[in-house]
């Protein structure tokens, strides 16, 4: 597989440190609220490159971390202790941080398994990796790396790290002082303004979320949990590390600083943890970036109640290149919803003719899409073209469908087997609290589950599960 490097400027070819086995880092969600569609994008394109590279033939071991501390805001306007977003919500809302955090984390899982994306192998938490992060900054302030600061924060001496700014482009001769990155960074406590906290010292009005440590009680920086969680799980080669492009610089650029400059000391200095950086472009919505401030938040569920398969979104968004803005609209879902409808149809319609062999040649082309750096609406354009190719057989087309859904991940063969007529004069709204129930039961939220069963039941249909996923039937007495 071949992915655009952002560290060397090139698409290059991923060549893992294990012969056999991929480890991917993705930076995860900030559970204070719920994930947008936008953060979806982000994450899929993890899922995509994890499902790529088993297709090769490698295993792979996604690691996402859930940030449910340190992440601040720069425009919540409430002061140092509340620019947490994370205790931002908690002065909100009433509830406790941890409270909040089970909240969305429970949904973001839940959003996950709508778009069929594969959960992680690991989903670390930061307020449950303090202890390695002690470690990590214990290690980089004996390596001269950083240094307790006059307000009893440990700062990463930018100076201490030559390339840094190698990721981003942002060269530290040029960065201007009093720039601030973080709402609560307080220059005066550093040595250079570049320098970033890596440890913050909590003020006597910070209640949760702080830990006591060497150097006094406080909080970890955001980047520091991701450097600390990434080296923690997947050690000191990790081959792919994804987020959104907005994380390039500072998170990235620290991360990197910080994870190569602790291996410094057994690696030497030239080591990169990281080989391969991925950023995906961000989503805008009707034109504008998706961003609560912008007021143009969509999410999974909104999506759902309006009626659509949350998988036209996932389509959607395959339909569009990972590294470009995308601008998503209702009609783009709606004309996504019309294709995925058509094709699960179409396989269906395919599944009744007599299997025959894939074409070898038109699956490696659809596949080598994939492959190269994620070509995604190269690929779905194939699978149109291979729909309206009419030299070659029904048999064929099903069986190259069926099998390249595991890359496509659309659950195209979702209605084999089934009695078309029945299954189109099910009520939309039957269909998305099924839709919702299939997602309650992969994320095990029973509870739900059976709260959808009944909801379903008083439409006058009753839930059949099967082996093959569930499917509803008219209630006839
Ligand atoms: P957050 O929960 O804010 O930490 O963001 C989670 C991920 O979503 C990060 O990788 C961000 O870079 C990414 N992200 C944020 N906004 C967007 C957007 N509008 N489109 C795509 N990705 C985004
Ligand atoms: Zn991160």
């Known amino acids: 597989m071949r992915l655009y490097n952002t560290m060397t400027r090139e698409i290059d070819l991923v060549e893992t440190s294990h012969p056999e086995v991929a480890r991917i880092y993705a930076c995860g969600p900030t559970v204070y609220r ?17 499902r790529t590279m088993r297709y090769e033939g490698m295993k792979t071991i996604v690691v996402q971390n859930i940030t449910d501390v340190g992440h601040m805001a720069d425009d919540t306007g409430l002061g140092t202790v509340a620019a947490d977003k994370m205790l931002a919500e908690s002065e909100k809302t009433g509830k406790t941080a941890l409270e909040i955090a089970q909240y969305f984390e429970k949904v973001f899982h839940q959003d996950l398994a709508r778009l069929n994306i594969y959960p992680a192998d690991y989903y670390p938490k930061a307020s449950e990796s303090i202890e390695s992060m002690v470690s990590l900054i214990t290690t980089l302030i004996d390596s001269g790396n950083a240094y307790v600061g006059s307000d009893n924060s440990v700062y990463f001496s930018a100076e201490s790290f030559p390339s840094y700014g190698a990721l981003s482009g942002n060269r530290l001769d040029e960065l201007r002082p009093g720039h601030k990155f973080d709402a609560d960074e307080n220059d005066s406590a550093k040595r250079f303004h570049a320098d970033w906290a890596l440890w913050k010292s909590a003020g006597e009005n910070r209640t949760q979320l702080t830990w006591e440590t060497p150097w006094g009680r406080g909080f970890p920086g955001w980047h520091t949990e991701c450097s600390a969680m990434s080296l923690d799980i997947l050690g000191e080669n990790i081959d792919i590390h994804t987020g959104g492009i907005d994380l390039r610089f500072p998170h990235h650029e620290d991360e990197r600083a910080q994870s190569n400059s602790a291996v410094s000391p057994t690696r030497g200095t030239n080591h990169e943890v990281v080989r391969q950086w991925v950023h995906a472009e961000h989503l805008l919505f009707e034109s504008k970036k998706m961003s609560k401030s912008a007021g143009n938040v969509v999410l999974v569920q909104d999506v759902i109640d309006r009626g659509y398969d949350p998988l036209a979104i996932r389509l959607a968004f395959m339909q569009h ?92 063969v979702r209605d084999v087997g089934k009695d078309l007529g029945e299954s189109l004069s099910v009520p939309t709204e039957v269909l998305g609290l099924l839709e919702q129930r299939n997602a309650a039961r992969a994320a095990k939220d029973w509870a739900l ?29």
């Open 321 to 412: 290149k990972y590294r470009s803005q995308m601008n998503l609209t209702w009609e783009v879902i709606q004309s996504s919803q019309e294709l995925l409808e058509r094709w699960r149809r179409k396989v269906n319609q395919w599944s009744q003719s007599e299997s025959q062999a894939m074409d070898p040649s038109v699956v490696a082309e659809i596949s080598g899409y994939f492959s190269a750096d994620l070509n995604t609406p190269m690929a779905v354009n194939a699978m149109r073209k291979l729909e309206k190719n009419s030299e070659i057989s029904d048999g064929t087309k099903f069986e190259i469908f069926a099998h390249l859904d595991s890359l496509f991940g659309l659950d195209l």
């Open 34 to 50: 719920d994930a947008h569609v936008g953060n979806m994008r982000t994450f899929l394109v993890t899922d995509l490159i994890s």
């Open 449 to 477: 589950s059976d709260q959808l069963r009944d909801q379903i039941t008083l439409l006058g249909f009753s839930v059949v599960d099967a082996a093959d996923g569930a499917h509803v039937e008219p209630i006839t007495n």
